[in-house]
Nanobody, 123 residues
């Protein structure tokens, strides 16, 4: 199987910065798209940013120009650099990976999620 382990969440004042990391490990053949989602308390989970295996990116309008997604394919890791943070950015942030993995029955394509990282931005 595949595991995604996130790190880097925490508490920061408005205007501050945080960097999230998400490292994938396991029976990975190839990782296709990777992304970050967030889920504020009591709300649904929504896409924040995504990046393809070749490095093309897209962002939610609410974070465009403030957040940057990047990845290190050699390390199977995706990052989210968050600048100019606002209280409305407070949420649990989840990484996601579209993975081609090796199983007992051959290669399979599956979607995996990280455990979530809490980001709190105070006013």
């Amino acid at each position: 199987q595949v595991q995604l382990v996130e790190s880097g969440g925490g508490l920061v004042q408005a205007g501050g910065s945080l960097r999230l990391s998400c490292a994938a490990s396991g029976s990975i053949v190839r990782i296709n798209g990777m992304g970050w989602y967030r889920q504020p308390a009591g709300n649904q989970r929504n896409l924040v940013a995504a990046i393809t295996s070749s490095g093309s990116t897209n962002y939610a309008d609410s974070v465009e120009g403030r957040f940057t997604i990047s990845r290190d394919n050699a390390k199977n890791t995706v990052y989210l650099e968050m600048n100019s943070l606002k209280p409305e950015d407070t949420a649990v942030y989840y990484c996601n990976a579209d993975v081609l993995l090796m199983t007992t029955w051959g290669q399979r394509r599956r979607d995996f999620w990280g455990q979530g990282a809490q980001v709190n931005v105070s006013a």
